[in-house]
């Protein structure tokens, strides 16, 4: 299984047209596939006790990083890095456990003309510190905005070409890395 993290819990949100184009695309692959939005986190997980104490509401969302057998995450820039929710979502899950040799892609989106970039590199660096097997083609959409139609689909071909191929190379590395974690974490 799949799970695509869409960074960021803002309605009706860029990163979260783009994680259904990406569903579409692994779909058509054969792949099992789903979307986690971090629009489902429960309120109760945003309470300061929930750091010494996960309420029992957010453990659905947290077996779903457990079980998959890869993560894609797209995730929009805000401000130069990634939105706090998602740093926020991954300090919530259980270390090291959470990443540690799980397979993880990443897909950047903005409205600039980076892409995402920095937001990617920046993800990086926390899911290197966490272990986790991180496919080298990542893909970065550029203009976003100009890009997704009002039906949600991504009209611009190059990019579109791109997430075809990272969906499809990452089905692979998941095909290829799962073994290796199963054997690592046993």
Request: hydrophobic share 40%.
């Amino acid at each position: 299984m799949i799970e695509i993290l869409s960074g960021t819990n803002r309605p009706g949100s860029n990163a979260l047209r783009i994680s259904t184009v990406i569903e579409g695309l692994y779909r058509e692959l054969g792949a099992e596939v789903r979307i986690l939005d971090l629009a489902d986190m429960p309120p109760e997980i945003f309470q300061p006790t929930a750091y010494a104490e996960k309420p029992a509401t957010f453990k659905p969302l947290c077996d779903r990083v457990l079980k998959a057998d890869g993560l894609h995450v797209v995730t929009p820039e805000y401000n130069g890095s990634f939105p706090g929710v998602l740093k926020y979502f991954i300090d919530m899950l259980k270390f090291p456990e959470s990443f540690e040799h799980r397979c993880v892609a990443f897909t950047g989106e903005a409205a600039g003309l980076w892409g995402g970039i920095r937001s990617v590199e920046q993800l990086e660096m926390v899911f290197n510190y966490r272990n986790a097997y991180m496919l080298p083609e990542r893909t970065f959409i550029t203009q976003v905005h100009n890009k997704l139609n009002d039906a949600g689909e991504l009209t611009d071909e190059f990019q579109l070409g791109l997430l075809k191929k990272q969906c499809a190379e990452f089905v692979s590395f998941v095909n290829r890395n799962s073994g290796m974690a199963a054997r690592e974490s046993g």
